[in-house]
């Protein structure tokens, strides 16, 4: 995924945790979050709510293994950006990513 | 604003689909209208009757993402809930981007639908409810510094923070700074509901 999201143009920061990423994402200017549906230390909904008090406005991508859609559309609900296939990474990463990181 | 009771609008083109859907309808007190395409849905629309969509998402003519999106155009805040019996999820994900209440697969159980038309319902009175306080939208927008009143114009057409921060000049991190409190001043939960506010004040200043 690294390889892509660079291929993509984007600067990346890895963090091992959902918390971790509400640290950086208070500190640093981002364009989008990518997070698993699944966390050690919280899920993708409880990391999405957190994030638009700490920084509204970030887009939360959401990758998910071979969700149903009703996953797909919980997650939707709670204010994800959009929900990811992991075994279509790369499509979905075009198609909801890449807009983000040209700014649109 | 109309005072009428709610309506649960059908739109499929199959019409054993409409006409069972509209019998459940109707079995648990609601009023039901059915109709069987986007188009005859899209020419009768009157923004000003409270109550929710039922649509199919594949239809012949114009699909039921399609006609979300004309709604979207006309400022539309009925809640949709698309039905499907081919969706997937890149379909599901994009309704949902595009301001869809829920997304429901064929089949699915009769209680189902009826649980998500009463949360869409409710939604739809307390969006009806927030947007009829005119006024008081109003106050809150006058309440904002020109700063922030520039911010929630460009994030209410759409625009990522990054593009307000190179428009206006500033970094990304002040304008997220300027649309937090944007949000608290506007009493917005989300962006969806801030933009329902501006569509609103701006509709109370062009139809006073």
Redesign the interface.
Same mark, same amino acid.
């Given at each position: 995924m690294d390889r892509l999201l660079r291929a993509m143009g984007a600067h990346v920061t890895h963090c091992k945790s959902g918390r971790e990423a509400l640290g950086i994402a208070a500190s640093?200017?981002l364009?989008c979050v990518l997070a698993p549906v699944h966390m050690a230390d919280m899920s993708a909904t409880t990391l999405i709510d957190a994030l638009q008090q700490t +920084?509204?406005?970030?887009?939360v991508i959401v990758i998910v293994d071979n969700?149903a859609?009703?996953e797909?559309?919980e997650v939707? /609900?709670f204010?994800a950006? +959009?929900?990811v296939?992991s075994r279509r990474l790369s499509t979905?990463l075009y198609?909801?990513l890449a807009p983000?990181l040209r700014? /649109? | 604003m109309k005072a009428t009771a709610p309506v649960v609008y059908i739109v499929d083109d199959d019409e054993a689909v409409r006409g069972s859907l509209r019998m459940l309808m109707r079995s648990v007190g609601l009023q039901a209208q059915a109709l069987g395409s986007a188009r005859e849905f899209l020419d009768g629309y009157d923004r000003h009757q409270s109550g929710c969509l039922v649509l199919d998402v594949r239809m012949p003519g114009m699909s039921g993402m399609e006609l979300q999106q004309q709604l979207n155009q006309r400022g539309a805040t009925i809640p949709v809930i698309f039905i499907s019996g081919h969706?997937?999820?890149?379909m599901?994900?994009e309704a949902?981007?595009h301001g869809a209440f829920?997304?429901l697969?064929k089949p699915f159980r009769d209680q189902e639908l009826l649980d998500r038309v009463q949360r869409a319902l409710a939604r739809d009175a307390q969006s009806r409810a927030s947007l009829a306080a005119g006024a008081q939208i109003r106050e809150r927008i006058e309440s904002l510094t020109p700063r922030e009143l520039q911010v929630m114009q460009l994030?209410t057409q759409g625009k990522?923070?990054?593009?307000v921060g190179?428009t206006l000049g500033v970094?990304?991190?002040t304008?997220?700074i300027h649309?937090?409190h944007v949000?608290e001043k506007m009493h917005a939960r989300?962006?969806a509901e801030l933009v329902r506010m501006v569509l609103d004040a701006e509709d109370a200043t062009q139809n006073p």
């Open positions: 640093r200017s364009s +920084a509204p406005g970030l887009k969700p859609i009703s797909a559309v939707m /609900q204010g950006h +959009a929900v296939d979905g198609a909801h983000l700014g /649109q | 969706g997937d999820v890149p599901a994900v949902m981007q829920d997304f697969q994030v990522a923070n990054k593009v190179a970094s990304q991190r304008v997220e649309r937090a949000m989300s962006l």
